[in-house]
């Protein structure tokens, strides 16, 4: 696991595009895989936090690093009336959540398509909600995008990021560094046939800044009453900040 231990170390341009031939090989397991690897939780995390979400001015919402798009299909179901913009910059991960709106989501109000979150195509005040869940961990200049997701909403609107951080309680951490270093990259390697891609997933969940350190780098956007809420025993969080 050394090699993807390294990460830290690369410059950004060659973490972004580890990153990006990280997802792209493993768009067609990846819910599959996010679901048994989080023992189910990934989905409870999700609802909780887009039931967190308020509409009142442009009733839209930017998905940004949407993977297959289970954020964006999931607010698109609970809020007909917005529309959602969900982007991400590997192709392959794309092109499976139009596959699944093909199936599932005709109906819904979702745009699928690429983007970069450190360089959002969209103008100021676009957006009622911003969020991004499991993505922020892979972005190398995380400040850039969080400014980049403050500049999007309207004022008062939200920023939410849904991430896995790595634990405070230092009795717990050990053993839940040892899944994530040991565990999962195992059980990953079962299913999907590369390991790597999840020990580095692992290791960004490791070396993701504190709560403390990620709270002010969201109040640094320009973001106010900023706040985070522990799930499942604080191995997820939810940060929120308001424009």
């Known amino acids: 696991m050394s090699d993807v231990r390294k990460h830290c170390c690369y410059t950004q341009d060659t973490q972004k595009e580890l990153v990006k031939g990280i997802f792209s090989t493993i768009s067609v397991k990846y819910d599959f895989l996010n679901h048994l690897l989080s023992f189910g939780q990934d989905i ?80 100021d005040d676009s957006f009622d909600v911003a969020i991004i869940s499991f993505g922020i961990r892979n972005i190398p200049n995380k400040q850039k995008a969080l400014n980049e997701m403050a500049r999007v909403i309207v004022p008062g609107g939200q920023a939410i990021v849904l991430e896995m951080v790595s634990h405070q309680n230092k009795v717990f951490k050990t053993l839940y560094q040892w899944y994530l270093c040991y565990g999962l990259p195992f059980i990953a390697n079962i299913f999907s046939q590369n390991r790597k891609a999840y020990e580095y997933l692992s290791n960004s969940i490791v070396h993701f800044p504190s709560i403390k350190e990620f709270q002010s780098m969201l109040q640094k956007s320009g973001l106010k009453q900023v706040k985070s809420v522990g799930m499942t025993l604080g191995i997820t969080r939810m940060f929120v900040g308001i424009k």
Not at 45 to 74: L, Y
Request: charged share 20%; glycine share 4%; aromatic share 12%.
């Open 44 to 123: 409870s995390w999700r609802k909780r936090t887009i039931s967190s979400m308020r509409f009142f001015s442009t009733m839209r919402c930017i998905d940004i690093a949407t993977g297959t798009g289970d954020v964006a299909f999931e607010v698109a179901n609970k809020y007909p009336s917005v529309s959602v913009d969900a982007i991400d910059f590997a192709m392959p991960m794309i092109n499976e959540a139009k596959n699944k709106y093909k199936k599932h989501g005709n109906n819904l109000n979702i745009n699928f398509q690429y983007g970069d979150a450190t360089k959002l195509n969209f103008p």
